[in-house]
């Protein structure tokens, strides 16, 4: 399978074009096209040099609670020298474009496209782009919740090269790369890639707790969000609040790949 990874290059659309769907937001999810990704609404981060973030998630009361998701990109010779600032928030990046120096507990790691971190609440890491081109990556961030008797998980890097598909029992065109084994109760967040081979679906409309975040790597898929079918491509993203019914069918002859958040492994609290 030849893999991409959709990155947005900012910019501004054309004056005649009139790019208004799938765009929407509803009490149950949200769409934020490709084509919503320009210019005008990225957000510089302090603290960072040479750096811009589309930020596509984040917490909002009575709506998707638990994740803050966003797309940065790092100029050469842009760095973060401490870009987290929540002791108590763990983290995953994920990297679409370039390459990208991840210094991780005093030891550099160089994270290209597919490159995939695991960051532990409280490690010590920061960022840089050594390199002569721009780098752009996910970074998913949580405020990690304890479990009493578990140990906090540690920080980790891996790739999506590295990983098997795992497939569901009944079919072989509906896999999810897994970096976190589902059973480690150490972790209450995985950030996974989900792949759809041609002709492949979600044949039921799945109804659970866990949030969403979606971002569409590669191919296109008819996505079932709530009530409504919507058809989305590489850069889209689909923001999911609990219980959002949702199903999905491959569409075309490329995989349909997407990136996924969800929160799992803990039992809710009874307190707003």
């Known amino acids: 399978m030849t893999r991409s ?3 947005p290059r900012g910019g501004l659309p054309a004056q005649h074009e009139q790019l ?10 949200a769409v934020i096209p490709a084509a919503c990704m320009t210019d005008i609404v990225t957000s510089a981060l302090p603290g960072w040099t040479g750096a811009r973030a589309w930020i596509i998630a984040r917490p909002l009361s009575g709506f998707a609670e638990s994740f803050c998701q966003m797309i940065v990109e790092l100029s050469a010779g842009g760095s973060a020298p401490q870009p987290e600032t929540d002791a108590g928030a763990e983290g995953v990046i994920f ?7 991840l210094t991780l507990d005093g030891q550099d790691h160089q994270l290209d496209a597919g490159g995939y971190a695991f960051l532990a609440p409280g490690a010590d890491w920061s960022l ?109 993203y689909m923001w999911l ?19 996924l958040y969800k929160d799992v492994n803990r039992l809710p609290g009874l307190t707003l």
Request: proline letters at 7%.
């Open 5 to 7: 990874y959709y990155t």
């Open 20 to 29: 208004y769907d799938p765009a929407r937001f509803t009490t149950a999810y």
């Open 95 to 101: 990297v679409t474009d370039g390459v990208l120096t």
């Open 128 to 236: 840089k782009n050594a390199g002569e081109a721009t780098t752009s990556f996910h970074w998913v961030r949580k405020r990690y919740q304890p479990a009493p008797g578990i140990a906090a998980p540690e920080s980790f890097v891996s790739h999506d090269d590295d990983k098997p598909a795992h497939v569901m029992s009944n079919t072989d065109k509906w896999a999810t790369t897994r970096f976190v084994e589902p059973d480690d109760l150490r972790h209450d967040m995985h950030v996974n890639i989900v792949t759809f081979q041609p002709g492949g679906r979600i044949p039921f409309a799945e109804t659970h707790v866990m949030e969403h975040g979606l971002y569409v790597l590669q191919g296109r898929g008819r996505y079932l969000l709530n009530t409504d079918w919507v058809d989305v491509g590489p850069g889209d």
């Open 241 to 259: 609040r609990a219980f959002c019914p949702q199903a999905c069918e491959q569409v075309g002859d490329e995989p349909f790949r997407y990136l």
